[in-house]
Nanobody, 125 residues
């Protein structure tokens, strides 16, 4: 089991910023991919951003230019810097990981075999 622990969620007003972090205790793998997903009440879980050592980084169209995903070089920890937040960004945000990365669509939740419990992000207008 690879525990993933998210932190950094909270409540902000429109236009504000938050940084989410995901700490992983995974060992080093030759291939890996980690991602952020989100799920709003009554909606399906959607991919927000993903980073890996094969294939680079990806973003959902709805967050391009506002969100930035990054990874600590020394550890398997990732961050999601979220700027210019909008009410439609309100959701539970989940960290996901695939160690090793077997390929697949980055935004498909079934491509990942480890999940955190989530952290809530609320953006008020």
């Amino acid at each position: 089991q690879v525990p993933l622990v998210e932190s950094g969620g909270g409540s902000v007003q429109t236009g504000g910023s938050l940084t989410l972090s995901c700490a992983s205790s995974a060992d080093t793998y030759s291939t890996w991919r980690m991602a952020w997903f989100r799920q709003a009440p009554g909606k399906e879980r959607e991919g927000v951003a993903s980073i890996g050592n094969i294939g680079g980084t990806y973003y959902a169209d709805s967050v391009k230019g506002r969100f930035t995903i990054s990874k600590d070089n020394a550890e398997n920890n990732i961050q999601l810097q979220m700027n210019n937040l909008k009410p439609e960004d309100t959701a539970m945000y989940y960290c996901a990981a695939s160690f090793p990365w077997h390929g697949g669509v980055w935004s498909n939740s079934r491509s990942y075999n480890y999940w955190g419990r989530g952290t809530q992000v609320t953006v008020s207008s």
